[in-house]
């Protein structure tokens, strides 16, 4: 008759242990975090694997032969080969060079040498590739213990950490314990004493705002009692736990009764329920169409539905078209709200764990703020007020009087610029002019100095020189080479600097 | 789970999913009746044509700790007769060596494949026994009639 052993006394407290299965998840801890490696794949493809795991990529990783790993995968990999390497090193000469974080090693596909403190040996794989992995399909970890979930891979940590309702979570109720066989006091006979169960039960048999006071504020918790505690069914007298109830009631406590909807029989055990509407079904027993929607008429045969469903019978009737259509605008907009609730809760994670920084502001999330702040006081707007109003009298200063000035500048400069020019011009025809004269100078120069020795010369011969026709004066010219070449000499430093002064003009 | 032992439930997966025919591979049973999946049974059919045909050859494969970082080990049983076993059972093969060509990509289905390949053309510059690795060079009629005798002991049941 009992679910429980017939040994377990009313008032104590069952041992049922949570099932355990391997990869179910139990949240002992508050910062016990799911592990994603257990999971369940719904749909995977080949090429969103590891080679080393075969599962698909948990936080990836690059290498610059352009492999994709795990991260853990990876550095496990190269762990044991950084292990090996160093061993054999070390057995040969006695360094002991350790680096910790510096693994040194080869890809595990092509052996591409690695070294995994280098960024651009092995780095984090492109966005795409880890989003694609995380959109994967997933069973709930808790599925052995009855989960139906299924969702995205990224979807599965808020899942079983807050929803699941068959994740295992201490129990933390009181338990009431006699102490009777500990220390006897004289006096009092037997002592009530408190105790917390730390036995692990899903989530779903605690009352909802029980799993929100774990661990904070010990009052709260005294309301609740041991879940494990044992008690009589009040129907059957068998013994169950709170555990136990839902089972037991829906399909093994013979007298909880409910009544039939079809016959009005309300002899019929929960348990036989099912098989009883069955049965009262073939017996020729119809509901009224709109019995979903509260519609208690039955009949025995079609004629009498149809008169039920004729003339105004069933108000209920006309209203279901309605109804269902009311249903189905609910579901869509219930399903629309989940999705958006996961996708704040997406957005929200990967904010948490960097993936998209800061929204696409430039600066840091703290700048924003701090700025922000600043703006909002009323001092500094008034500040910024003026600082618009000298900003725009600068400005319009600018346009009027300073620009004008400007363009002026400019004109005045460029006509300079000409002028310049035109007197550069100048400059060179007058130079070439003043070659000129000094070369028809030189010339006269020339023929002075002639002149002047002709005059100096004796006059015998003088004579001779006019006897001897024009020959005389050449050959004086040739005897008298050289003081005269002395004073060449000196003509052309004089004409130096002379071109020295025409350099000048 | 380690690392190991998702890659290995992983490894079971794609066995039964697809593997080569005629081979079979199963994790052994612990005494408890739950499995083991560090230890694997598998057989290794001889290839059609050669002398190894007509026999199927266990080998118990053995994951270590560090798999997939580290190869399994895979042993024929004691005695048995070719070049690169080694007369405990132990395959000496390049794939299966850490310090050789072992990485963590290669598959069950792989390593079975390359013991298969490895039955029928030993490699002569790897000798791990002293008795087939002399008739395999040397007496080539005394090695096949072992072979065959070999591969009676063997024989495939289906």
Known sequence: MSDVDGGVPVGSYSKIELKNFSIAFNLEDQDDIPNIRNVKYKSSSDHLCCAICQQPFI?????VCGHTFCKECIYEFLKVQHQRSSRSRTNGSDDEEEDSGRLIGSCPLDRTPLDSSKINELFPTPLIISNLVDELEVYCLNYERGCEWTGCRWELDHHVLSDCGYTGVACHGYRTVDSVDKEENEGEETKKQTDICKMLVERR?????????????????????????VYECTLCQARITKIEEGKHLQSSCPYNYTKCKLCFNDMIPMMN????????????????PAHEIGCDWVGNSDTSLEIHLQNNNCQLSKLLPYMKNLNNKIDDLSKENSLLHRQI?????????????NLGYHEPMEEINRFSSELSSIENQDKLLFLNCELNRLKFELDDKILPFVNRETTARSDRESILNGLVNDNFMMKDDLNLQRALVNSLRKQLQFMLFKRNSPPGLQSGGLGGGMGGPIRSSVSFAEPESVEFFDIPSSSNSEEKLNLKL | ?????????????????????????KPIKAEDGSLDLTTWTAGIPGKQNTLWEG?????????????????????????FYHPNVYPSGT????ILNEEQDWRPAITLKQIVLGIQELLT????????????WRAFLKEKDVYEKKIKEQAKRYISTT
């Not at chain 1, 774990?214 to 309301?223: L, M, P």
Request: proline share 10%; aromatic share 8%.
């Open chain 1, 59 to 63: 936080q990836p990783l690059t290498t």
């Open chain 2, 91 to 94: 395959i000496c093969l390049s």
């Open chain 1, 205 to 229: 048999f605690l009352e909802e705002p029980r799993s929100k006071t774990v661990g904070d504020g010990d009052r709260d918790q005294e309301e609740y009692e041991c879940i494990h505690k």
């Open chain 1, 273 to 288: 329920l099912a098989k009883h509407e069955e049965n009262c079904g073939k017996a020729g027993h119809l509901k009224c």
């Open chain 2, 121 to 132: 053309s030993p490699n002569p510059d790897s000798p791990a026994q002293e008795p087939a």
């Open chain 2, 1 to 25: 789970m380690s690392l190991c032992k998702t890659r290995l439930q992983e490894e079971r997966k794609l066995w039964r999913k697809d593997h080569p025919f005629g081979f079979f591979a």
């Open chain 2, 55 to 79: 026999a199927t050859y266990p080998i118990t494969i053995t994951f270590p700790e560090e798999y997939p970082s580290k190869p399994p080990k895979v042993k024929f049983p004691a005695e």
């Open chain 1, 345 to 357: 809760n997406k957005i929200l994670n990967s904010i948490i764990s960097g993936k998209v920084t």
